[in-house]
């Protein structure tokens, strides 16, 4: 028989047993984390390396028919194995394809008529009559005329008394002009700013075109000066823009980085943010950009002081303080969608991964329906109502199924947490048929800003960075309605001097100002 102290003993052993398997146990599932995580960034890595960079998921290759969704997929999948006929009502007619022609618009560019004459002795006819001519064969040609830029000389007139009285000598007044101290007209600063920031041009390339093609020399240091003055006399349009977007009711922000060569208590290598910030009514819409070097969550809330209503932006933290407080944020279900994607590119056969993209193409489906159909904001709510809310709360519940099966720290972990912890912001597009299923519009207008400062690389200043932001700004809104961003500086610049009340800046507004040019095609 087994006493006491040998029962007690082997009680201790099965303890320790017990706690070292408890230990091996948590280990497996560290290294089984630690695979999947793994696993997952080498196949993210060889995608990105070798592969594809598009988001765009078509479905599975292998399984194309998911039954998930939908009991139609179940029905085929069936129909096809028994070699039956689905009724023909079950079947939709899909029309080819065909491409619109795109119309070309030459109304709206100069037109020079050139007279090709015919040869004297072929307007004599055999007869001995001089032919008359009854048409014209006519081509059209694109024609390259190459810039043209000249020294603008002022000259004011001086007049005097011819009896020399004292006092009698006048001179013409100086033109207003928006930076009266330096040597350049609207026109010039106009086409510096279109120039770097809307052609992606850096400045050095300027210096050297403006030297090398028409001998002026005017270095990048004072082209830079001249951008970054003309932030002050331009920053009461910029707050007349910011107050659309404060006062409506609807409006979005994304950011990206950039770096700062010259800022106080800051390395040069640290990175800074520029923010893209869209808003205001449709007839009268906005895009703005602003930096801001740290302290983000306290910025967006600043910027967004005053404003009451819906907010599109991402997942990140910066948001949170200004979603507590006047804002109601709606999350990007792009960004959800985002982390199941390069899961279900990598990964072969079916998957919870896979299963996701079918639900987001769904819901995209109807969102592409809606702008088919051009339906108003209104139409759109109903439609979202009717098909979008259903499959989101079936997706909310399969995700709360699978979320106690998958590793949570894995790739496809932070995938289902994120749309768990941001379910409310994802779903809550479905509201307003004003806003958005995902904050593309907003990432879009980042992309340009993005793709200039792979050029111009980063900033020498607070003041440079600012003035990048502003100028910005102003271009991309006045394209936005459908305004040639040049002429539209250009009016900007001649006019600004003359303003003298919020009335006067107000009619210089994009949806306001009277251009004397055709708008852009």
């Known amino acids: 028989m087994i006493n006491q102290e040998q029962l007690t003993h082997i009680l201790d052993q099965l303890d320790a047993l017990k706690a070292e398997n408890a230990l091996y146990k948590a280990r497996c599932e560290q290294y089984a984390e630690a695979y999947e995580y793994l696993k997952d960034q080498i196949l993210e890595l060889r995608r990105q390396r070798f592969g594809k960079k598009s988001e765009r998921y078509l479905g599975d290759p292998e399984n194309p028919q998911l039954s998930l969704l939908d009991d139609i997929h179940v029905r085929f999948a069936d129909a096809e194995a028994n070699g039956e006929q689905l009724p023909p009502e079950a079947i939709t007619q899909v029309a080819a394809h065909s491409r619109k022609k795109k119309p070309k618009n030459t109304d709206v560019?100069?037109?020079?008529?050139?007279?090709?004459?015919?040869?004297?002795?072929?307007?004599?006819?055999?007869?001995?009559?001089?032919?008359?001519?009854?048409?014209?064969?006519?081509?059209?040609?694109?024609?390259?005329?190459?810039?043209?830029?000249?020294?603008?000389?002022?000259?004011?007139?001086?007049?005097?008394?011819?009896?020399?009285?004292?006092?009698?000598?006048?001179?013409?007044?100086?033109?207003?002009?928006?930076?009266?101290?330096?040597?350049?007209?609207?026109?010039?600063?106009?086409?510096?700013?279109?120039?770097?920031?809307?052609?992606?041009?850096?400045?050095?390339?300027?210096?050297?075109q403006l030297q090398e093609r028409h001998s002026i020399d005017v270095s990048r240091q004072t082209m830079a000066r001249w951008l970054i003055a003309l932030t002050e006399p331009l920053r009461p349009i910029y707050n007349l823009l910011k107050?659309?977007?404060?006062?409506?009711?609807?409006?979005?922000?994304?950011?990206?980085?950039?770096?700062?060569?010259?800022?106080?208590?800051?390395?040069?290598?640290?990175?800074?943010?520029?923010?893209?910030?869209?808003?205001?009514?449709?007839?009268?819409?906005?895009?703005?950009?602003?930096?801001?070097?740290?302290?983000?969550?306290?910025?967006?809330?600043?910027w967004f002081s005053g404003f009451k209503g819906y907010l599109h932006v991402d997942g990140d933290n910066f948001f949170n303080l200004v979603g507590s407080d006047n804002a109601v944020i709606t999350n990007c279900n792009a960004h959800a969608r985002r982390k199941f994607e390069p899961i279900a590119q990598a990964n072969k056969g079916r998957g919870v991964a896979k299963e996701a993209m079918a639900y987001f193409k769904e819901l995209y489906k109807v969102e592409k329906e809606a702008k088919t159909k051009q339906l108003t904001s209104e139409q759109r709510y109903v439609l979202r109502q009717e098909k979008a809310k259903p499959l989101l709360e079936k997706f909310n519940a399969w995700i709360d199924e699978i979320h106690p099966t998958v590793l949570p720290k894995s790739t496809l972990g932070n995938a289902v947490n994120y749309c768990i912890k941001y379910r409310a912001g994802l779903m809550r597009y479905l509201e307003d048929g004003r806003l958005e299923i995902d904050n593309n519009l907003t990432e879009q207008e980042i992309k340009p800003l993005v793709i200039a400062r792979k050029n111009f690389l980063f900033c020498a200043s607070v003041g440079g960075a600012e003035a990048l932001c502003l100028h910005f700004g102003l271009i991309r809104t006045a394209k936005l309605h459908n305004l040639d961003p040049y002429h539209y500086y250009v009016m900007l610049l001649k006019q600004i001097s003359h303003c003298q009340n919020v009335e006067d800046y107000e009619k210089l507004l994009p949806w306001n100002i009277g251009l004397d040019y055709l708008p852009k095609p």
């Open 109 to 208: 560019l100069p037109r020079r008529i050139q007279i090709i004459p015919l040869a004297e002795a072929d307007k004599q006819c055999s007869c001995g009559a001089c032919k008359s001519i009854i048409k014209y064969e006519v081509k059209e040609l694109i024609h390259y005329q190459p810039c043209v830029l000249e020294i603008l000389e002022q000259r004011r007139e001086v007049a005097v008394c011819p009896k020399g009285c004292d006092g009698s000598m006048v001179t013409a007044p100086a033109p207003l002009q928006i930076l009266p101290k330096i040597k350049a007209t609207p026109e010039f600063l106009s086409y510096l700013a279109i120039s770097k920031l809307d052609d992606r041009q850096p400045l050095y390339h300027l210096e050297r």
């Open 243 to 302: 107050d659309r977007i404060i006062d409506y009711d609807v409006a979005s922000c994304d950011a990206t980085t950039l770096q700062l060569l010259k800022e106080p208590g800051r390395a040069a290598e640290t990175k800074s943010y520029v923010y893209c910030f869209r808003g205001g009514p449709a007839e009268q819409s906005v895009i703005l950009y602003d930096y801001n070097a740290n302290d983000h969550q306290q910025f967006i809330h600043n």
